[in-house]
């Protein structure tokens, strides 16, 4: 089976996939959605088609405060999160905290000389990698 990252933004949404052993992570895509839910939930929808329903978990990344409180993104996050679990009541969802993630995508990308006018486009789905990884090193911890 394999876990979905997903870093969720106001206009983007990272999204990076495990290999079916669930030891890499790869970044997936970037889905520009300008607030419309709808699109992003389309989206994964048809993701989940292509990979022969072997999508068993959502990870998504929870914005928090380097303090650990929540910040206001995160009850944005929370109700998109609540559409999940409404579309798709069979995929697990856990929730990780994504502090530094668009830091350190950034930081990849400046060590890989990224075009700035790509990294825009990218920035998304490198954190939901890093998301992804998040989650893969927690569950072999366990």
């Not at 933004?9 to 992570?25: F, K």
């Not at 890989?112 to 090193?137: H, P, Q």
Request: aromatic share 8%.
């Amino acid at each position: 089976m394999r876990a979905l990252g997903i870093d969720y933004g106001d206009a983007r949404v990272g999204i990076s996939i495990t290999d079916p052993l669930g030891y890499t992570a790869q970044g997936l895509e970037t889905i520009h959605h300008q607030g419309n839910d709808k699109i992003v939930l389309r989206r994964l929808e048809e993701i989940i088609n292509k990979y022969n329903n072997e999508i068993d978990t959502f990870v998504i990344g929870m914005p928090i405060n380097m303090n650990g409180t929540k910040t206001e993104r995160a009850e944005v996050t929370e109700k998109f999160i609540h559409k999940l679990q409404c579309k798709f009541n069979k995929i697990k969802i856990v929730r990780i905290d994504e502090r530094l993630t668009t830091v350190e995508a950034h930081k990849t990308m400046n060590f890989l000389n990224v075009n700035k006018f790509k990294k825009r486009d990218i920035v998304d789905t490198i954190s939901a990698v890093y998301i992804l990884e998040s989650y893969m090193k927690m569950q072999k911890n366990n």
